[in-house]
């Protein structure tokens, strides 16, 4: 079939890469000038399935409420007459029960399990360097209710089949001995040997240069304006420079920006941008050492810290403030406030390049990956809505978008990942 897919960030470009090795004629529409330009550029690099816990959780509501107006707040809800916002935070809220809770940690661990394998298989095969490292993921704490809320949360995914184990501090500091150096107590930590990091821009350009040498065309500096239906399925894709294309089936991953182009077709998408922080520090040849080279996840200030090459990322905190990619002063000081606390020798780091992304965020965290014909849009696919876990959760979510469009079996149940 003649595939058009729409969008070449992470999601994109891997949409396009498994569905040209299924056998389609695939080509890909992307604004910028290349791919992963927009979220997929500088997050913060973790492929972390141990990270499955969603912001909607039964304790969610109370930090949002202790945060509310902090300008410098981990998680940050700025109130906007804006009904998507509302709609979206009502559906967040129902999502923070435990049953809900429970069966979203189940599905975005199932993904995420196949997604590392899958990622992992494209590796060997194409031998892609993407400043990668298996060396794990260590969540680490610094006050003992979180540690301990981390246990339980661990106990929860060991049972669906991710290996978090407990680490008391002299084992945390074993596996990563630059936390030796923190100005703030670390009381404890949960680790999974089989989580990893690795450059997602990188990768996806990789990716992009590997499916175009196969056959896929990218087409890049075109913006898609709008879609059109016509007896109950998705006829015409119009670009800004006004050509019109007519693909057999059409694949919608333009993250954040996805439900604009669906609000006029009356389908409203559960997803909003949640705006996040980087900060990429290039490190020098002599504080190569005081910087962690084992991928670490700060739950406490939302932060995590991968190291790609000779640069560290330092990537997270949350914004929900519509679609504002300005980086805010005071947010970049708390990032590098609490780096600079975790690894003192690092306040010497000259080079810093601070970025904003635009999560596309569904309340539960699961991502969107599904037909559109029930909505009147058959040949109309969705592959968006990853939020936290876009680079994690890639590869599994292009393969499961594949299966299901050859109406195979994909090996895990597709219905949580359906509108
Ligand atoms: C601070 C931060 C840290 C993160 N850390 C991690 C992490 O450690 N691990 C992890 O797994 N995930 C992480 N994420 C999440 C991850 O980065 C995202 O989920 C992922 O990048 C989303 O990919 P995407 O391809 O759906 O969206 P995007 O990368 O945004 O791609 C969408 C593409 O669509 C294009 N587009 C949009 N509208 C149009 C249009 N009208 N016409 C043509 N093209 C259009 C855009 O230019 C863009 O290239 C992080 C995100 C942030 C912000």
Redesign the pocket.
């Known amino acids: 079939m003649r595939v058009t897919v729409?969008?070449?960030?992470?999601?994109?470009?891997?949409s396009a890469w498994y569905l040209a090795a299924a056998g389609h004629e695939v080509t890909v529409?992307?604004?910028?000038p290349g791919?992963?330009?927009?979220?997929?550029?500088?997050?913060?690099?973790?492929?972390?399935v141990s990270?499955a816990e969603p912001w909607a959780n039964p304790a969610a509501w109370r930090q949002i409420l202790r945060w509310l107006g902090r300008e410098d707040a981990p998680l940050l809800w700025r109130l906007r007459a804006d009904p998507a916002q509302w709609l979206w935070g009502l559906r967040f809220l129902r999502e923070c029960s435990p049953s809900r809770t429970r069966a979203n940690i189940a599905a975005i661990v199932r993904l995420g399990l196949s997604s590392r394998e899958a990622l992992r298989a494209l590796r060997r095969e194409l031998a892609l360097d993407y400043d990668q490292l298996e060396r794990g993921i260590l969540h680490f704490y610094t006050d003992p209710r979180a540690f301990e809320h981390a246990v339980q949360q661990a106990a929860v995914m060991r049972e669906f089949g991710c290996e978090r184990v407990p680490l008391a501090t002299a084992e945390c500091l074993a596996t990563e001995p630059a936390l030796a150096a923190s100005t703030l107590p670390i009381v404890g930590g949960t680790y999974t040997a089989t989580d990893e990091?690795g450059d997602?821009r990188r990768f996806?350009e990789v990716l992009a240069q590997r499916a175009a040498a196969r056959g896929v065309r990218f087409r890049y500096g075109?913006?898609?304006?709008a879609l059109e239906r016509e007896n109950g399925r998705l006829a015409r894709v119009r670009?800004?420079s006004g050509e019109v294309l007519a693909p057999e089936l059409t694949v919608l991953?333009?993250?954040?920006?996805?439900p604009?182009?669906l609000r006029p077709l009356g389908v409203r998408l559960p997803v909003y941008p949640?705006?996040?922080?980087?900060a990429t520090l290039t490190l020098p040849a002599g504080l190569a050492a005081a910087a962690p080279t084992v991928?670490l996840t700060d739950d406490e200030a939302r932060l995590?810290f991968?190291r790609l090459g000779e640069r560290l990322?330092v990537?997270?905190?949350?914004e929900f403030i519509g679609y504002d990619l300005e980086l805010n002063p005071a947010r970049c000081d708390a990032l590098m406030r609490r780096t600079r606390a975790l690894f003192p020798a690092l306040a010497n780091v000259r080079q810093i390049d601070f970025?904003?992304?635009?999560?596309?965020?569904t309340p539960s965290n699961v991502?969107l990956i599904c037909g559109l014909r029930e909505a009147g849009l058959a040949g109309l696919w969705l592959?968006?809505?990853?939020?936290?876990?876009?680079?994690?959760?890639?590869c599994g979510s292009a393969q499961l978008l594949a299966e299901q469009i050859a109406g195979r079996d994909a090996g895990i149940d597709p219905a949580p990942y359906h509108l």
Request: proline share 4%; net charge positive; no cysteine.
């Open positions: 729409l969008g070449a960030g992470v999601v994109g470009v891997t529409i992307e604004r910028q791919p992963a330009l927009e979220t997929s550029y500088a997050n913060g690099g973790q492929i972390s990270h990091s997602a996806t075109e913006s898609v304006r670009l800004a991953a333009l993250g954040s920006y996805a604009l182009l949640a705006k996040g922080y980087s991928s995590v991968s990322r990537a997270g905190t949350a970025w904003s992304g635009l999560r596309p965020a991502p592959n968006a809505g990853h939020g936290t876990l876009g680079w994690t959760l890639a």
